[in-house]
């Protein structure tokens, strides 16, 4: 149980496009979903905090206009990279809490990775 | 989020316990104590947590000490596939994001 879906796993783009990036909770619902992005050789940082139906909470330094959350549903969260540069050329992973847990332990996507040429 | 120091990196031969600590001094009396690993260009993996008692489940144990300042994760019979970076996170209880330090990246030897 407790699977989290990414799609696509890797995607290559030119500088400029936009890039929507997929996190699904397969077999629970997900009230709570996060975004983090992860450099070469770096740890893991939260961009975003998304709940369903209501507007992400986004980091210190994390362009809201940039990142793009929608989470639509309580087992779909989408992150869209809008006017890529190849400045943000990364590994995007999301993770969600299980709603029905009584726990706060979170599931990992396997990430994203984005390449912007 | 109580911050953590891990060693930067450990090696462990194959079939042997493999075991990881973590300083939290300044964890206070709310705040759970979590391991995640991530294996190379993968998500994270939930490892296990705790918040005073020693854990086990069936992927390794926590030994917290009494004084919950800083705890140990033991994996008993470490494989090859257990190569990984490991994350000892300290949190509250809640619906926050995790705080990724730098982790300790296990090396197990063949």
């Known amino acids: 149980g407790a699977v989290v879906s990414q799609h696509p796993s890797r995607v290559i783009c030119k500088s400029g496009t936009s890039v929507k990036i997929e996190c699904r909770s397969l077999?629970?619902?997900?009230?709570?979903m996060f975004w983090y992005r992860q450099f070469p050789k770096k740890s893991l940082m939260l961009m975003a905090t998304?709940?369903?139906?209501?507007?992400?909470?986004?980091e210190q330094g994390v362009e809201k206009d940039k990142f793009l959350i929608n989470h639509a549903s309580l087992t779909l969260s989408t992150l869209t990279v809008t006017s890529a540069h190849p400045e943000d050329s990364s590994f995007y992973i999301c993770?969600?809490?299980?709603?029905?847990?009584?726990?706060?332990?979170?599931?990992f996507g396997p990430g994203t990775r984005l390449t912007v040429t | 989020d109580a911050k953590t120091t891990q060693p930067t990196s450990m090696d462990c031969a194959e079939g042997r316990a493999a075991n990881l600590p973590c300083n939290h001094s300044?964890?206070?009396?709310?705040?759970?104590v979590y391991w995640y690993r991530q294996i190379h260009s993968q998500g994270p993996q939930y490892i296990i947590h705790?918040?005073?008692n020693n854990e086990t489940n069936e992927m390794a144990s926590l030994i917290i000490t009494e004084d919950r300042k800083s705890s140990t994760l033991i994996l008993p019979h470490a494989t090859l596939r257990d190569t990984a970076v490991y994350y000892c996170?300290?949190?509250?209880?809640?619906?926050?994001?995790?705080?990724f330090g730098k982790g300790t990246h296990l090396i197990i030897q063949p």
């Open positions: 998304s709940n369903e139906g209501s507007k992400a909470t986004y």
């Open positions: 300044t964890i206070s009396g709310n705040e759970y």
């Open positions: 077999d629970f619902q997900a009230t709570t």
């Open positions: 993770s969600a809490r299980d709603r029905s847990s009584g726990s706060y332990e979170q599931y």
């Open positions: 996170i300290v949190r509250g209880g809640g619906a926050d994001g995790l705080t």
């Open positions: 705790g918040l005073k």
